[in-house]
């Protein structure tokens, strides 16, 4: 796979991420302060994902270097991490919420 490809597939998938943060930011505002404090830790972490994440996208394009893998595994780990963080969030949501909430 070519590394710019595969920046652009990321860049995408980042998208689809923020996208689905904000509607959980939105989530969150539904619940009591408590609940919120009970979660906040896990959407700082998710904020953070994206970030890192970002980065590593922007370093592989300026950068373009002939070995890669290091940093794709970065960002695949990274990726696995974001999405079991977010899976756990949205369950806390969903049960600390009073009205049911797809997600």
Same mark, same amino acid.
């Given at each position: 796979m070519d590394v710019?490809?595969?920046?652009?597939?990321? +860049?995408?998938? &980042?998208? *689809?991420?923020? *996208?689905? &943060?904000?509607?959980l930011t939105r989530k969150l505002d539904s619940l009591g302060s *408590? +609940?919120?404090?009970?979660?906040?830790p896990n959407v700082e972490d998710l904020n953070m994902f994206?970030? +890192?994440m970002t980065d590593r996208i922007?370093? &592989?394009k300026t950068e373009?270097?002939? +070995?890669?893998?290091?940093?794709?595994?970065?960002?695949?780990? *990274?990726h696995v991490d974001m999405r079991g963080k977010y899976e756990e969030t949205m369950e806390y949501?969903?049960?600390?919420?009073?009205v049911s909430i797809p997600g």
């Open positions: 710019m490809d595969y920046c652009k597939g990321l +860049e995408m998938e &980042l998208t *689809a991420w923020k *996208a689905k &943060l904000y509607d *408590a +609940e919120k404090e009970k979660i906040l994206v970030t +890192e922007e370093k &592989l373009c270097p002939t +070995e890669w893998s290091p940093i794709k595994k970065d960002i695949d780990d *990274a949501i969903g049960k600390a919420s009073p």
